[in-house]
């Protein structure tokens, strides 16, 4: 049985790369999760000084521009791993439960464009970012707040490229779903305006 | 193929594509890839397409504005207001008959003044209002579709992400909409609590189990200090973020972030946060910011690809031809959003519909605010209908009550769903509804 043993070995080397994965991802989410807490502190900030001192902070209005578009990308493959993603899946979830096999088919169509989409943007972002860095872009005006562009830009490669690797493993679960195998791994969003009106009921 | 004809095959593959369940955006931003390609013949401009929606659709301060309100709304949630507007209003129809069923549309209203998640009604008065009116021998077809049809006002109240999005598509000002939502607002309000009365008098039977209307409620009047406890954090919510934005004191965004602040400080004062929740809190808010600016950037793809196409403009031209008038174009509309509304979700309809009809009516000089209101009533309304209204698919998720089927909550909503649609025709005749509180704004400045 000498040909089994590399399979496993890869097969386990898979596996190790997918958790790391699954870090990675976890960690960008909490990151850009704590990044909106940080943004309305600041912006409350800037509302408190501007009334009461009549001295706004300069740049918030730089920093929301720039973090909206981070915080996005940064969010987008955690968000689809736990299928909040729109989508209409009602029937789909059907015809899934009824012919597996053809709605696994159909997931991998499905799951596939959302790979070469990521990967056309990446293609796109990938010169972007780089001369927004070589060519020290910035936003904001010179003199009052300025910050580099490129920190943006390559959140947008990043994300869009955690989140083709995210479509990728969902296109994976479907093809084990067509052998029978349940999926590699199973994340659910806590509700937690369910559990909010819950515990407010006691 | 003319970019006419390749506009027309793109709406035609797309609604299919969502139907069969392809995540929304990812449809959105396929059929644009391939869209462009195939009018340019060329790869590079569909791949630069994409790119440009993808990094500058969102580089916008106003973008601010919906994880901030995201976040307002799960903390409000978090620091039990939800329950507080539910108590608020039972008390003070504790001895009307059908009281409990209106109580759940008066507290909706409420809330809906302080949260703009449009989902979020519909969750949290399925565990609040559902299970108090049963215990009173409401019947569970009637108190779920009391939850359904109300959690619509959600949506309709300012804020409102809803609004705020077409806002947003539109290029109108946030506050602007966000007046013109509270007359329909409160005419739906009225309206819901009308129907509830003439069904407890009318068709008592349909409402609850015979006998249960007329029973005295064994409920005592909430003391004074009750009462006040849990009224000031709504009064002083309102004032904050609709008071700031009404008074120009700041943006629609800073608003938020104010709202945001002052909800979290009441969930820190009330004890109602810890770490853990708040950090819950914070990945949801991140979930649904995520979700909502992937479908706009995904969206503004899309309309890229309309303009390339020419697609708005040849259809202008085609509805000129035919000479149809306003009223026609706007009944077509509403149709369009309602049969949509039946199966997909509010944000994507529209999305999808609203950047396509706003060059359709460019030469009838509408007021995109109003447009606005009717076109956030008409895809409410596809909520509630089979047979995939989403808000019902909502409520479903979260019953307890398993016995309570899917038809259920359809037929429950069925009479609501009927009134949104005379609210919606009164809007359309008479657009002083929405536009009345618009205009003396206006005029002010």
């Known amino acids: ?202 | 193929m003319s970019g006419f004809e390749i506009g027309i095959v793109s709406i035609i593959a797309m609604l299919l594509l969502i139907y069969i369940g392809m995540h929304v955006p990812v449809v959105l931003a396929l059929i644009s890839f391939v869209g462009v390609w195939v009018i340019k013949g060329n790869v590079n401009i569909a791949i630069s397409l994409l790119w440009i929606s993808a990094a500058k659709t969102v580089q916008d301060f106003l973008f601010g504005v919906i994880p901030l309100f995201v976040l307002m709304g799960l903390l409000v949630s978090t620091a039990g207001m939800g329950r507080d507007t539910y108590d608020i209003a039972q008390n003070a129809l504790r001895r009307v008959r059908g009281g409990l069923g209106m109580a759940t549309v008066i507290a909706n209203a409420i809330f809906a003044a302080i949260t703009g998640v449009s989902i979020a009604s519909a969750t949290v008065f399925t565990r609040i209002s559902v299970p108090e009116m049963l215990r009173y021998g409401y019947k569970g077809r009637f108190a779920v579709g009391t939850v359904a049809g109300s959690s619509v006002l959600g949506m309709l109240i300012p804020p409102s992400i809803l609004l705020i999005i077409f806002a947003l598509i539109a290029e109108e000002s946030v506050g602007d909409l966000f007046i013109a939502g509270i007359g329909p607002g409160i005419l739906l309000t009225f309206s819901f609590c009308v129907l509830i009365a003439i069904m407890a008098y009318g068709f008592p039977n349909w409402v609850a189990e015979p006998g249960a209307l007329d029973q005295q409620m064994d409920q005592e009047k909430m003391p004074g200090k009750e009462l006040f406890a849990k009224t000031y954090p709504i009064v002083i919510l309102v004032m904050v973020v609709l008071g700031g934005i009404y008074a120009g004191l700041y943006t629609p965004t800073e608003a938020g972030a104010a709202g945001a602040f002052v909800a979290f400080l009441f969930a820190l004062v009330r004890r109602q946060i810890t770490v853990r929740k708040l950090w819950d809190v914070l990945v949801e808010t991140g979930h649904i910011t995520a979700t909502l600016l992937f479908l706009i950037i995904a969206a503004s793809m899309y309309s890229r690809m309309l303009g390339i196409s020419g697609l708005p403009t040849e259809l202008g031209r085609v509805i000129g031809d035919m000479n149809a008038s306003f009223v026609q174009l706007m009944i077509m509309y509403v149709v369009i959003l309602i049969i949509l509304g039946t199966i997909i979700d509010s944000v994507s309809i529209m999305l999808i519909t609203v950047p396509l009809f706003l060059v359709v009516l460019k030469p009838f000089d509408v007021d995109l605010v109003w447009f606005g209101v009717v076109t956030v009533i008409a895809t409410e309304i596809g909520l509630l209908t089979p047979p995939l209204g989403l808000a019902v698919y909502v409520i479903k998720s979260t019953l307890v009550q398993k016995d309570i089927s899917l038809a259920d909550i359809f037929i429950g909503a069925a009479p609501f769903a009927l009134v949104m649609l005379v609210v919606l025709i009164l809007v359309m005749i008479f657009p002083e509804i929405p536009l009345f509180l618009v205009e003396l704004k206006r005029s002010l400045r």
């Open chain 1, 1 to 202: 049985m000498a040909p089994r043993l590399p399979l496993n070995a890869i097969l386990g080397f898979l596996d190790v790369l997918r958790r790391i994965f699954d870090r990675i991802v976890l960690v960008s989410n909490g990151v850009a999760s704590g990044w909106i807490f940080v943004l309305m502190l600041l912006i409350t900030l800037d509302i408190t000084l501007r009334f009461v001192f009549n001295s706004p902070l300069s740049g918030v209005t730089e920093i929301v521009e720039i973090s909206i578009v981070t915080i996005l990308y940064l969010q987008l493959a955690h968000t689809l791993k736990v299928g909040r993603v729109t989508r209409s899946d009602a029937l789909y979830g059907s015809i899934l439960r009824k012919w597996p096999a053809v709605g696994n088919i159909m997931g991998i169509l499905f799951h596939l464009a959302g790979v070469g989409l990521m990967v056309a943007i990446v293609i796109g972002g990938w010169p972007k970012w780089l001369q927004a860095y070589h060519g020290g872009h910035f936003v904001g005006n010179t003199g009052v707040f300025t910050f580099p562009e490129w920190p943006q830009r390559l959140a947008l490669v990043v994300g869009c490229t955690l989140l083709g690797i995210q479509f990728f493993l969902l296109v994976v679960d479907n093809l084990r779903g067509l052998f029978g195998k349940p999926p590699l791994e199973h994340e659910e969003a806590v509700d937690v305006q369910a559990a909010a009106a819950e515990e407010s009921t006691k």
